[in-house]
């Protein structure tokens, strides 16, 4: 009997192991899958059509959160929402790990006078990662003044 019992164990054991190993094969099993990135940053660029040059400062709301450049860097604020650079017509941002959806965007004169406010969905891709990870976003928007 003792024998029967110690052959069932090593079977059991053994048909175990075999499950475990092919299983990871077969990458339907969401254990199996790695994700490396803890986080990330999202980047967003506004291009400004029409009147740009006339353009001084530009703000991105998404109800909770604004960023406003020039002005709003990364070593002034205490979240991961900061203006990046200007070139131009094209005005760069990072999100952190935010990829809003509707964003208010608000372009200002030197007056500090708002020239155009528009509700927009941006254009996100995700340019690394996974898709069972996620990963960095890069959007597009586009401003018309």
Request: negative net charge.
């Amino acid at each position: 009997m003792r024998s029967t019992v110690r052959r069932r164990s090593v079977l059991v054991g053994t048909a175990a192991a075999v499950t475990l190993a092919l299983g990871g094969c077969s990458g339907g099993h969401v254990w199996s899958q790695a994700c490396s990135a803890v986080g990330w940053i999202n980047h967003v660029t506004v291009t400004v059509h029409g009147d740009s040059a006339s353009v001084t400062s530009l703000e991105i709301c998404d109800g909770e959160t604004c960023v406003r450049g020039p002005g709003d860097t990364a070593a002034d604020l205490a979240d991961l929402w900061y203006y990046v650079d200007r070139d131009g017509s094209t005005w760069n941002f990072d999100l952190g790990m935010s990829t809003p959806d509707p964003v208010t965007v608000r372009a200002f004169g030197a007056d500090e006078a708002l020239l155009v406010e528009s509700t927009i969905s941006p254009e996100w891709v995700r340019v690394g990662g996974s898709e069972q990870c996620g990963g960095p976003h890069e959007g597009t928007i586009d401003l018309t003044i």
